[in-house]
């Protein structure tokens, strides 16, 4: 988009970051509501990813298990790994049983989620 939109104001249409970004600018405060939402974290978009790791094992390194599940939760639940400084934590393990896809985690409601947390936190205290 960034490169039609350089052809289309700058007929020089050379690229350079100062102008590129007044360009996004404008377009962010002038047409907003014509943009959509980019939403690149997809399940297809992780398993590219995923199968781009094969290279490095390939050439001699091996993870440990934890390195395995903690590299394997940032591809399918990048927050996971954000959220909890410990990922192999009951909690993180019982979210992982309760939701075991992101789109569906994603569509948990938020009074849900808040819930699950509460009642994990009682049973792992009990």
Not at 14 to 43: C, F, G, N, W, Y
Not at 92 to 103: G, I, N, P
Request: charged residues 25%.
């Amino acid at each position: 988009m960034t490169a039609n939109l350089r052809k289309a104001f700058y007929s020089s249409g050379a690229k350079t970051d100062p102008a590129d970004t007044d360009l996004l600018q404008d377009v962010l405060q002038m047409h907003r509501e014509k943009l959509r939402r980019l939403s690149p974290d997809t399940e297809a978009t992780r398993l590219i990813q995923k199968s781009g790791g094969g290279a490095a094992q390939a050439g001699g390194r091996e993870d440990s298990p934890e390195q395995s599940f903690r590299g394997s939760l940032e591809i399918y639940f990048p927050q996971i790994p954000q959220w909890f400084g410990d990922v192999d934590s009951p909690l993180v393990c019982a979210l992982l049983v309760r939701w075991s896809a992101l789109e569906a985690l994603q569509k948990a409601r938020p009074d849900t989620l808040r819930s699950f947390s509460a009642s994990t936190s009682v049973a792992r205290r009990g």
